[in-house]
């Protein structure tokens, strides 16, 4: 194989984005993982401007220029590139100066840094989820042992108490004592194991629709975009109800907290592939995003809003994120949400090849 042939085929194979530009700034060379990751076959980056693909163009045109002059490579770290279907990218990016004969060029070599954030922040999510969940087990076994001995103490002196208005204080004992064991249960998420079976999403979200639409009087607008490529897959129709409806509710009640005048949310289905969640990667994912136009979530509590008993409302037990995720994790999968002031976004993100034995 002649020497060109085989640094090309080396090029080919990269999974690191390289792209080679001429004298004028016009694409010579782009590798297959460039194609992916700018979203463009190598035709039509030819035929862009690939100043186009730097948001501060004018600047990056400058550097570019400096350095097919001076020689000298640079390199940039979590630096903004938008890709020509026109999506924003965190990159990390490397620029130097190629001699090929008497022509020169200059060879930049891109990295993306989104999915590496994206699953450095998953698994610290998924890390912190699990630490809850191991403090709250223990919690609840601290706090439901003595109250099953209050409860009983309540009972056996009620039994001997003759006077009946003082059983008044009893009854009152024994009700806060089954409050507080309703509340550690509710904590501890659901006790039962997942009842696997075949299930569609969209039936599962038309589901929730319904049940939403009956609570809110019909006052929100649902808008759905489902994608229908998307198989059935294995998982327990009940808790998934549970975890989208919590999710859904939370954006209802905020809707209605703050008084929107056109109360919508948005249901959307897609595909994805070749997705890692925390430290797995999976081949295809079920994404799910649950989208409201309401106020936003408060930023002082939006780092725990997955943590039992943080809530936005006065009124709120702080469960619901809590228990959602939980049951999403049972499933291999994870929940990420986005916020800013007319839009919360969740997205839910469940793996459609589930490993039966660890969702048990």
Do not use: W
């Not at 990218?89 to 001699?99: A, C, E, H, M, T």
């Not at 004969?101 to 200059?106: A, F, I, N």
């Not at 002082?300 to 702080?318: H, K, L, N």
Request: charged share 25%; with cysteine.
């Amino acid at each position: 194989m002649p020497e060109f042939e085989r640094h090309k085929q080396v090029l080919e194979n990269l999974s690191t984005a390289v792209v080679m530009l001429n004298k004028d700034l016009s694409l010579e060379y782009a590798n297959p993982a460039s194609e992916m990751l700018l979203e463009a076959s190598r035709r039509r980056l030819e035929q862009a401007e690939v100043l186009d693909l730097f948001p501060g163009s004018a600047l990056e045109g400058a550097n570019l220029r400096e350095a097919f002059l001076s020689g000298h490579p640079y390199t940039l770290r979590e630096a903004k590139l938008r890709t020509l279907g026109g999506h924003d990218l965190i990159v990390d990016y490397s620029v130097n100066p190629l001699f090929i004969g008497r022509s020169k060029y200059l060879i930049i070599e891109i990295q993306p840094r989104d999915r590496l954030m994206r699953i450095e922040r998953e698994e610290d999510l998924l890390t912190q989820h699990a630490s809850a969940r191991t403090l709250i087990r223990g919690l609840a076994h601290e706090i439901k042992n003595p109250l099953g001995g209050i409860r009983g103490a309540a009972q056996l002196l009620e039994r001997e108490l003759d006077e009946p208005l003082l059983h008044d204080y009893t009854r009152v004992i024994i009700e806060e004592a089954d409050r507080l064991r309703n509340l550690v249960d509710r904590l501890l998420g659901p006790r039962q194991l997942p009842q696997m079976s075949s299930i569609n999403i969209h039936a599962i979200m038309e589901r929730v629709c319904s049940l939403i639409t009956a609570e809110s009087g019909q006052s929100i607008c649902f808008e759905r975009d489902y994608d229908p490529s998307i198989p059935e897959f294995i998982g327990d129709r009940e808790q998934l109800i549970q975890a989208f409806l919590n999710i859904v509710r939370n954006g209802m009640q905020a809707l209605n907290a703050a008084n929107i005048e056109q109360p919508c949310i948005q249901l959307r289905t897609r595909a994805l592939r070749q997705i890692t969640l925390g430290a797995e990667k999976h081949r295809l994912v079920c994404c799910v995003e649950i989208i409201d136009n309401g106020p936003g979530i408060p930023e002082d509590i939006f780092t725990r809003i997955f943590y039992p008993m943080v809530s936005g409302r006065a009124e709120g037990t702080g469960l619901g994120l809590s228990i959602a995720q939980s049951i999403i994790n049972q499933h291999q999968g994870l929940i990420e949400c986005d916020t800013r002031p007319g839009e919360t976004r969740f997205q839910i993100f469940i793996p459609l090849e589930l490993n039966h034995e660890s969702a048990r």
